[in-house]
Every structure is written in structure tokens, then in C-alpha cells.
């Protein structure tokens, strides 16, 4: 990724102060603007492919408090809660030596090599995958019903299983814990665990729910949960010996969109169509409680700050921030991208990635809310979206068949960066991060590659 400081003649004047490896954009020039670009690896004597976007109808204020407002101050907005170190301000004679630095800086970064795996084309539709969680393995589920199984590195993708395993489209698959079982949930109502390593049926609960199944979560090593169509949330305990579920709940009438639970494993997540957020009490197998009901569709979910905030993504692209044990009613509401949004995915303590119908990765600091930049893009909506286990590879799947690797491992470098109260909301919305294929239309220097 490049960062120069843009000419006087090139800047609206009305930029972030960032801090980056130490140097501080308040010590240059007022009228001093930075920009970022990435040119694509391997490569950096081709031509920079640029992506202009479109200009966002992102409301005025960033952030609407309905009922409090949140207690971060500027000098807290960092990631995964880590203090902001604080930066000496250089004298006006010292500000030529620190641009060298930079430069230094920005030349030695775009050396840098953000490598990831090889694109993945599937002859059928893909409607989710998932990481395994200690193996580079990805599984793959298919609208024909298929569990597609590949074993990922940066120079290529091998096929490892590919198993007929459902009548109808895979709704859900996700891995054990440990990684030592994949689970699939179909349309076809039923629930299949298989082997991992050898791809074979461990056990099949047919017809689980009376209507097709829509999502499910692997609790712990014997609990997983399902959630169908039809609003029904079940919970089943692998040491049962008979296919039947410890308990079912129905508290809602559309489909169960995310479920989520915390470590402490006492009170189970759903969000579904019908806007509300049903919190059931495991232990007590009864509805603990339900949150007011919402004009739009709760799409998604992920827990932040140390489990202490939930975040709910919307139809709307709105998100929701509610307190931990505090259900009934938001916190905080920002407003996000303004497109519908089905995806979320945690990668900080305060940052996630979320994805939708308008095929862009969006970077979001969610406690606080504000627009970080794009992550990456597909040229249809994205379908399904997972990180690694250790945290530096996203994967997104498309309407077009294609599996898509987006390194995101600098994100760790977001801990050496600091942002005033100031920033440009639209130019956040279209900006392309390292990971991005495209680089920023604003970049004067492209020119000079």
C-alpha cells in the first residue's frame, strides 16, 4: 500500500491525521492530504488498474444515538482496544526529515508481499463455506446439495473430497471446534456431520425441522443449534442417542437469519426477516428476551470489545449496537454502507468485514461506527464470506461460481494508526484497502509507477 501526501493544488483541505510507523500527518503542510493505493503484487511496473466509484448517499452524521451514547473518546478509537501511543509534535524545521522518513516508509511498504491462494471456480452455485479452523482446508457447500472440501495454499488449490451429501441446496456447512467434523444443513430439512479427513457420514438427523433449515452454530463440542425458515430455533445435543433436539422455540415468524452465542455459553443469539433479536436462556430452554421489532430484516451478528458489544448488520446496511445482556433495545445505531447487507465478520476487537448485494468488502469500525475503506470486490453479490483460522485470509464467494482470497493481515498494522474527530466520509466509502484488486481513482502518482 503507498501513502504520499498530496500538493496543495490536489487537497480539499479536509483530511484524517493518521500515524503510521511513527510519523505524524499533523507535522506536515495544512493543505497536506493522504492517499493510498495498492498496485498489484508481482507486478509494480504495470499499469495501476483504478476503480472509480460512484458517489455514496452516506447520511450526513455518522453516528445516531437513540438512547445513549457510547463512551469512546478519540484518544480510545483504536483497534482491539490497545491505548493510542502518543506522538511528539516536530518543530517546523523538522518536517523535511520526517516526509524522507515517510517516503521511506512508502517504498518499503510496497515491496511488501500480500499473498493469498488462487481464485476457486465451482461448476454450481455456492451458498457457504467455511475455514477450518487449524488446517489451511476450506469446505465449500453447493446449491445442488454437494460438500466440496480444498486444501488451499498461495501457489494452489487441490480438491481433497467432493460429496454428494444433500437432496436440495446446502444452506449452512460449518466445522466442529477442533475440525474433526464438518456440518451441512440442507433445504432438504436435514442436518449431515462428516469426517473431515476422510469425508465420510458421521451421522444424519433427517427431517430436523418441519421446513427447511436456514442456519446454524456449533455451540461447544456436543451443542450445535438450527434455525429454519419458518422462525424455529432448535438445539441438539450430539449425546443424545436418538436424532431429536433437546429443545425447540419458535418466538418469531420469518427466517432465522444468524445465530451466535459468547464463551460463556449461557444465552443463545438469533436474528431473522421479521426484525428482532431473540435471546433464549440455554440452561432454562425459554425465551429470555426479545428485542423491540425493527422496519427491516436483522441480517447478521458478531460480538466485539472483548465480547461486551454486539453488533447487528440489516436489510438497510444499518448497524445495530446493543450492550452485552442488554437485548431489548440498541445502543447505538450507524448507518453503515446503505445497501442491504447479509454478511459479517469480526476481525479485530473493533473492526469487521461485511458483505452484500452490492459485491464490495467493506471494512467497518463498528465501536465506534465509521468506514474504513474496501476490503475487496465481486462483480455480483456476495453470497458467503468466512476468515481464516489465524486470522490473515478472507474468503467471499459470488452469484458467479467464484471463490475469492483476500489477505487481510494488514490490518494488524490499524494499531499504529491514529484518527482525529475530521475524516471524509464519502471518500471512506470507495477507498481501496491493500487487499483490494483496484487502486484509489484519486491517485495523482499513478502516473509515476
Known amino acids: 500500500m503507498r501513502t504520499f501526501y498530496k500538493p496543495d493544488e490536489f487537497s480539499d483541505g479536509d483530511e ?9 500527518a499533523d507535522n506536515l503542510d495544512d493543505n497536506a492530504e493522504l492517499i493510498t493505493f495498492q498496485i498489484d503484487e508481482g507486478d509494480s511496473d504495470s499499469d495501476v488498474e483504478v476503480l472509480d466509484a460512484a458517489e455514496s448517499d452516506t447520511d450526513d452524521s455518522d ?24 506522538s511528539p509534535h516536530s518543530s517546523v524545521n523538522d518536517v523535511n526529515e520526517e516526509e524522507d522518513d515517510v517516503v521511506q516508509a512508502i517504498i518499503a511498504a510496497t515491496k511488501k508481499v500480500r499473498a493469498h491462494p488462487p481464485d476457486i471456480v465451482t461448476e454450481d452455485f455456492i451458498v457457504d463455506l467455511s475455514f477450518h479452523p487449524n488446517e489451511d482446508i476450506l469446505a465449500v457447500g453447493t446449491i445442488n446439495g454437494d460438500v466440496i472440501v480444498y486444501r488451499y495454499s498461495n501457489e494452489e488449490n487441490k480438491l481433497l473430497h467432493n460429496i454428494e451429501v444433500h437432496t ?8 466442529n471446534l477442533d475440525g474433526s467434523t464438518l456440518f451441512s444443513v440442507s433445504k432438504d430439512k436435514s442436518v ?11 451421522r444424519y438427523y433427517d427431517n ?23 422462525g424455529t430455533v432448535k438445539l441438539w445435543d450430539l449425546r443424545e442417542k436418538e436424532d431429536k433436539p433437546i429443545f425447540a422455540l419458535k418466538e418469531v415468524d420469518d427466517y432465522i437469519s444468524a445465530i451466535l452465542t459468547n464463551q460463556a455459553k449461557k444465552v443463545l443469539l438469533t436474528t431473522s426477516g421479521d426484525g428482532f433479536l431473540t435471546a433464549i436462556n440455554i440452561g432454562a430452554r425459554k425465551l429470555y428476551v426479545q428485542s423491540e421489532p425493527y422496519d427491516e430484516e436483522l441480517t447478521c451478528m458478531g460480538l466485539f470489545r472483548r465480547e461486551s458489544k454486539l453488533v447487528v448488520g440489516t436489510s438497510k446496511g444499518r448497524l445495530y449496537t446493543f450492550a452485552w445482556d442488554e437485548f431489548g433495545l440498541h445502543s447505538n445505531m450507524f448507518p453503515g454502507p446503505k445497501s442491504p447487507m447479509s454478511l459479517m465478520v469480526p476481525i479485530t476487537e473493533r473492526i469487521a468485514v461485511v458483505g452484500g448485494e452490492e459485491g464490495i468488502l467493506r471494512a467497518m469500525h463498528v465501536v465506534p461506527g465509521r468506514n474504513l475503506g474496501i476490503v475487496g470486490q465481486h462483480s455480483l453479490g456476495v453470497e458467503a464470506m468466512d476468515i481464516s483460522g489465524n486470522g490473515e485470509l478472507i474468503a467471499s464467494s459470488s452469484h458467479d461460481n467464484d471463490i475469492k482470497f483476500w489477505n487481510i493481515k494488514y490490518f494488524e498494522d490499524f ?18 484497502l491493500p487487499s483490494s484488486k483496484f487502486a484509489n481513482a484519486g491517485d495523482f502518482f499513478a502516473d509515476l509507477a
Open 192 to 202: 449431515m456431520m462428516l469426517d473431515t479427513a476422510t469425508g465420510k457420514f458421521k
Open 208 to 230: 430436523a425441522h418441519d421446513t427447511a433449515i436456514y442456519k446454524m452454530h456449533v455451540l461447544c463440542e456436543n451443542l450445535f443449534a438450527t434455525g429454519d425458515d419458518d
Open 63 to 86: 453516528m445516531e444515538s437513540d438512547t445513549s451514547v457510547e463512551d469512546d473518546t478519540p484518544s480510545d478509537r483504536n483497534i482491539a482496544g490497545r491505548s493510542d501511543r502518543q
Open 168 to 175: 436440495k441446496a446446502v444452506r449452512d456447512i460449518e466445522f
Open 16 to 24: 484524517d491525521v493518521i500515524e503510521i510507523n511513527g510519523i505524524n
Open 415 to 432: 494499531d499504529e494508526m491514529k484518527y482525529n474527530e475530521k475524516h471524509h466520509k464519502i471518500k471512506e466509502q470507495r477507498h481501496n
